[in-house]
């Protein structure tokens, strides 16, 4: 029972930045148990997890956004973050955050099961 709504979307230049937020309801006294990830869907192409915070505070990116984009958690504030630098036309995209909850090892935060979803905020990068 966890819902995720996202913002800091927008529309940017070639070479700028964006924060994205992913803020959660529900069952989030316990925020810290859930795996958090941002995904991300162009049209006409398939879906990528851009990256991936565990239970743990371990975090791996996609080679696509490595070096360029780096994920946080707040768990206080029950948040999730992306910030992404040098940005490119490649990067346009509706941006989606997604949760699970880990039950045992953080492996786990990095299969491709997650089954609570925000609905998105777009992200358009212009050259």
């Known amino acids: 029972q966890l819902q995720l709504v996202e913002s800091g979307g927008g529309s940017v230049q070639a070479g700028g930045s964006l924060r994205l937020s992913c803020v959660a309801s529900g069952n989030t006294h316990n925020f810290w148990t859930y795996c958090m990830a941002w995904y991300r869907q162009a049209p006409g192409k398939e879906r990528e997890r851009v990256a991936t915070?565990?239970?743990?505070?371990?975090?791996r990116y996609a080679d696509s956004v490595k070096g360029r984009f780096s994920i946080s958690r707040d768990n206080a504030k029950m948040a999730l973050y992306l910030q992404m630098n040098s940005l490119n036309p490649d990067d346009t995209a509706m941006y989606y955050c997604?949760?699970?909850?880990?039950?045992?090892?953080?492996?786990?935060?990095?299969?491709?099961?997650?089954?609570?979803w925000g609905q998105g905020t777009q992200v358009t990068v212009s050259q």
């Open positions: 997604a949760s699970k909850r880990n039950f045992g090892s953080v492996q786990v935060c990095y299969t491709e099961t997650y089954p609570y």
């Open positions: 915070i565990d239970t743990d505070g371990g975090i």
